[in-house]
């Protein structure tokens, strides 16, 4: 049987999955604090307009952000990366595929402790075409605002880290 010539990789519904039952209980958590004040006409009472307060009505409304994102990325069965002969194609961070000529260098880091490719791109004009501009946190810009590398991390794509590795090197060497 032939190697196929591109291969994609979605999210990981279950690790996904997990983490939303994770972030829904921490919202169920800061609403419960809010309905029931803990402390009571006790010394810990939740002060109307006090810190503890604010602390829980900041919670729900981050946990209830975090909750809507998880939620839109569970429903998303999309292929979010693409390895082929073409190149790398990350949705999350370019509008097109990104060719291997473009692509310099390939090395493995931790990126906020997980293991993520590195990708080192030569000054070429396909590379920065396909990328959109000034992405921050995935990429390292140079002075102009385009980016000079960016990693592809793959901590909530199916098959991890393993799967993203063994793509990458099917097509491209890996430093």
């Known amino acids: ?28 958590l800061c609403v419960i604090f809010l309905y029931i004040r803990p402390g009571q006409n006790g010394p810990n009472t939740m002060i109307p307009g006090g810190l503890s ?14 909750c809507v994102i998880l939620a839109k990325d569970l429903l998303n069965s999309n292929v979010i990366v693409s390895v082929g002969r073409e190149g790398v194609f990350d949705r999350r961070i370019a509008t097109g595929w990104i060719p291997w000529n473009a692509v310099r260098d390939i090395s493995i880091v931790d990126h906020h402790s997980q293991k993520a490719l590195l990708f080192k791109l030569s000054n070429s004009e396909d590379a920065q075409r396909a990328l959109r501009r000034k992405i921050f946190g995935v990429a390292r810009n140079n ?32 430093v």
């Open 53 to 66: 307060e604010f602390a829980a009505i900041f919670g729900a409304i981050l946990f209830a952000f975090y």
């Open 143 to 174: 002075a102009l605002g385009s980016p000079r590398e960016f990693y592809i991390e793959a901590g909530r794509l199916n098959g991890g880290f393993a799967a993203l590795h063994s793509a990458v090197t099917r097509f491209h060497s890996i």
């Open 1 to 28: 049987m032939p190697a196929p010539d591109q291969i994609n990789l979605s999210y990981s519904h279950p690790r996904s999955a997990s983490v939303l039952a994770v972030a829904a209980g921490g919202l169920a």
